[in-house]
């Protein structure tokens, strides 16, 4: 069925519309309510690749090899999870969505209980909403209205980089010790914990929600060893409660007062000389998986929470940021550095290099200038910091 805002169409409207829905819709096949949830970028080279792919879909090597005749989608899948399901690479969902693109001004659109079919013929392969495998569009009933009330779908697990699309900042050397600092705790306590009252001392708006940092540590680049920026390690989230004041005491004495603060969560205790900042709005959008456009080489700088290596659904940063192309949703590999052997064989024992392989995969979701955060999607063996990255 067509959903409109909320609301199932008429089914006169549905039927008159059933052609134009044959339309690929990987990431989203309801094809209006794009006023009501933003429009996710897309690419001029995806929204190319999904025109010149409609016309024939593609070819039939280009599918995982168990990909199902159809599928229902299901509350908590992904993006990423469906297409794997229905290709041998993720992130090249562009082509399976096309036709009809100025209807389809959002096809990020896709809810639970919607039906993707694949359609086989000539050689080719194209998904379509609802229908059988032999192309017959079938426009039932059983998609209600109230089935969007689950929203569409993410990109990827976003439960996984939540935590993080805030809370990882990389500041340039001296924002951070410009920032307002905590100076004490009710009673002389050092340590706080949830609950507890700070007093902050520094410039500052009265905005309610504030975060809290500890000193920033040096994200150095593995390869030149030079300083990307500063990673400043999250403590917890504060309220602003009441401004501070400079006053004059009755000896006519310059008083200073500090601002008071109540921590709201921490996932550390809090202490003295720790600083705050503002917390941002929550950037909460979609992310659309694909390959950079252009080349794009790099190291791992580290692991997220100062692990010495780390595996699937952990966080890394990388050592390109915007300044080199990186963006949100870039999938990457993550190559294993090849062995140095000597040729047995060889009477001189010729060394050799294995060439590196690709072990894993990563999805960049927060870029700053120089530096990224990416989510290890999979991996083979341990990812280290060092380790390479290239395009998938």
Known sequence: MILCHGQLAPLQRASARAASLLTLAMLGLSISAAHAFPDYPITGAQRGTAQKVAETGVPLSELAPNAPDSYTVKRG?????????????????????????QDIRNPHLIYPGQLLTLVKSGGRARLVFGGSSDGTVRLSPRVRAGDTDLGPIASIPLHLIEPFLNDAVVLDSDTLARAPRIVAGREGRVLLSRGDVAYVRGEMPATRDWRIFREARPL????????????AAFVGNAEYVRAGETRTDAQGATEIVPATFTLNSLRQEAGIGDRIAQAPIRDNRNYVPHAPSKPIEGRIVSIYGDGLSAGQNQIVALNRGEREGMERGHVLAVLRTGERIQDKADPLKTALKLPDEAHGQLFVFRVFDRVSYALILSAETAVRPGDRFTPP
């Open 220 to 231: 150095r680049d593995p390869v030149s060893g030079e300083i990307l920026g500063y990673e």
């Open 77 to 101: 899948d992904t993006l990423w999870d469906i297409s794997k399901l229905f290709l041998r690479s993720p992130w090249r969902w562009p082509e399976l969505w096309g036709m009809n693109l």
